[in-house]
T-cell receptor
Framework: SQQGEEDPQALSIQEGENATMNCSYK?????LQWYRQNSGRGLVHLIL?????REKHSGRLRVTLDTSKKSSSLLITASRAADTASYFC????????????FGAGTILRVKS | EAQVTQNPRYLITVTGKKLTVTCSQN?????MSWYRQDPGLGLRQIYY???????DKGDVPEGYKVSRKEKRNFPLILESPSPNQTSLYFC?????????????FGPGTRLTVL
């Protein structure tokens, strides 16, 4: 039951450029979260956006949520080499019970 | 330091040899969960626990067992490991499963079953 699907699967950009990743999901949600994973390590929570919110900011991160289209985007501005990682969206939905459901992730590579 | 710890971090074993991966959190979290991560499949939930003595199956529970006798610990047990359980395993915890809680992840356990 893969609720969230990220797009693109992989993204390669130059340092200083912006990176945009998208997440689409299938059911109505309570909230949507974004996580970062550095190679082979545990996931780190980045930002949570509630279903009644449309946009949220945290430092260089901007997340939008469009519940009518069942989609979210994560924008990283002025990317740095240290942003190289995999990014996952995760949804909390009544339909999927007591769990977060993760997508397959977007691999971001920032070249210096 | 608030954290989720897992042990071992790396494990190579053989088919059929019972093993346990431990998970412990020091944040007094109610909710704990186990995931496995495989290339192209993202994270899939194995089991979760809403509180002590309360556990339930996730998406891929076959071949795994868990227990939650204490709030801080949530071990994952593979009674008879098979090669298809070769994967990267993560334990996670959150204050409780509600609308607004982020999950804290452990560093992962890379398991190879020969």
């Amino acid at each position: 039951s893969q609720q969230g699907e990220e797009d693109p699967q992989a993204l390669s950009i130059q340092e200083g450029e912006n990176a945009t990743m998208n997440c689409s999901y299938k059911t109505s949600i309570n909230n949507l979260q974004w996580y970062r994973q550095n190679s082979g390590r545990g996931l780190v929570h980045l930002i949570l956006i509630r279903s009644n919110e449309r946009e949220k900011h945290s430092g260089r991160l901007r997340v939008t949520l469009d519940t009518s289209k069942k989609s979210s985007s994560l924008l990283i501005t002025a990317s740095r080499a240290a942003d190289t990682a995999s990014y996952f969206c995760a949804t909390d939905s009544m339909e999927y019970g007591n769990k977060l459901v993760f997508g397959a992730g977007t691999i971001l590579r920032v070249k210096s | 330091e608030a954290q989720v710890t897992q042990n071992p971090r790396y494990l190579i074993t053989v088919t059929g040899k019972k093993l346990t991966v431990t998970c412990s959190q020091n944040m007094n979290h109610e909710y704990m969960s186990w995931y496995r991560q495989d290339p192209g499949l993202g994270l899939r939930q194995i089991y979760y626990s809403m509180n002590v003595e309360v556990t339930d199956k996730g998406d891929v529970p076959e071949g795994y067992k868990v227990s939650r006798k204490e709030k801080r610990n949530f071990p994952l047990i593979l009674e008879s490991p098979s090669p298809n359980q070769t994967s990267l395993y993560f334990c996670a915890s959150s204050l409780r499963l509600s609308y607004y809680n982020e999950q804290f992840f452990g560093p992962g356990t890379r398991l190879t079953v020969l």
